[in-house]
């Protein structure tokens, strides 16, 4: 199965907002904020389709997420998820006094997952917290 090695960038979406609007247990932002923007080169890479599922793994877990064929680059080897639970799962939790969390420029791997889905956020949270 191909892998490629990534530099991960999250970030706040105009998407990202408006589904957030609807509710966080809504379709809209489900479909606005489990998705990875990738290079249209990165997912020929990967023997992939736009709407297909990726995993991105990092140091600090991996998620299952939409791949998304992102309108801006060229930018190859490097990927964007929005702000959100699901990017919540993969980013470093430690604050090294900040008090925000790395949220930018961490090194990621990102493959096929065609036959993983993405979580619901109620899903997501039972599944990783216990809760949901």
Known sequence: MPKLKVLLLTGRTI?????????KLSEEYLKSVAVCEVDSDNIISLGIKENDNIKVITDFGSVVVKAKESARGPHPMIVFIPYGPWANLIVDPKTHGTGMPSLKGLSAEIEPALDEKVLSLPDLLKECYGKG
């Open 15 to 23: 998407d990202q907002g408006t589904g957030k609007e609807y509710g």
